[in-house]
């Protein structure tokens, strides 16, 4: 301590306590933003993008007596926002982790991968299987939902292997909503999808925020 | 409690800013030289004699690594980095306490003889 305190004093230190809790506190809230691969904002347009897309969907089809899935017009709309969140993912995804490097970041990048390939294999295994079945399989297995409890599911325990904890969660409760959700058959499962990854979508910016703007010295 | 009593080696705009930054990441994850630089708006020249400074007390620890002709260097805050920021943060809250309360019982005063 006495070696350096020379050093810190030439190179200006000794600034005053509060302007050092403020810079404090604004270092770590740029960082924060900074290094998010999620910031608040696209929480919240996924919010959106869950209630417009399952939403639209389930639109189409809560009046079919039997369920025969969602015309071409509405998927259109549903899909829409879905690409934008993709883009928009993309690119906040490689702006966060420009830069950094290591464990945690590696685990992050491989949980990613295996998401975007589970994605892929849950509708694969899912749409066929609907398909042949004229859309009526049981067990509250529907269109609508499974493919979000498989994604769920398996994403959850990549995560806990991975130790990514935050999205073990996330990905916990969504294959909880859309288990839910089958209890209200293949047209209302869009609605309560929509309706409940919205809300998880929301909570999610609004802790986000409320985790970025968290005070370091007021705490 | 006093200013002396925060780590001389942090309390400088600087480096505070730096280890700051680098606190924010999870723990063991490093950050590359040129976006440290990036967000912190520095002169490569301060940021490397800061990170040296920070480097040599054993708060941070670097790593070059070389990708064809260009090099890459990373720096990582460690355990002893985040431990000192953890005693830093704690100094200051204490600090900032100390000085709310002096400033509670100046008011307090003042009341008193007004009143």
Known sequence: MNQTSGAAATDGGGFDPRQAAAALDQASWAARRSFAPTPPALWAFRSLVAIVGCGSVWLSVRDQHPYAGPTAPYVAIAFVP????????????????????????????????????????????????????????????YPANAPFIIVG????????????????????????????????????????????IGAMMLIGAAYTARAQRRSIVGS | MTTEELD????????????????????GDGLSFTRLQDMLELTPGNLIIQLRKLEEAGYLASEKTRNGSTQKTTVALTRKGRAALGAYTQALRNLLGGLDMSATSDEADTEQITF
């Open chain 1, 82 to 141: 879905v690409v934008i969140n993709i883009i928009w993912s993309s690119i906040a995804l490689r702006r966060a982790g420009t830069g950094v490097s290591g464990p945690v970041q590696r685990a992050m990048r491989i949980w990613l991968s295996i998401m975007l390939g589970v994605w892929i294999v849950a509708y694969a295994i899912t749409a066929p299987l609907f398909h042949a079945t004229e859309g009526h399989p049981a067990w509250g297995w």
């Open chain 2, 8 to 27: 001389p080696l942090i309390h400088v705009p600087t480096r505070l800013k730096i280890v700051a930054t680098l606190a924010a990441l999870p723990d």
């Open chain 1, 153 to 196: 599911l398996v994403g959850a325990v990549g995560a806990v292997v991975l130790r990514v904890w935050p999205m073990a969660g996330i990905c916990l409760t969504l294959a909880l909503i859309a288990g839910a959700a089958g209890f209200a058959g293949p047209a209302g499962s869009w609605l309560i999808i929509g309706i409940g």
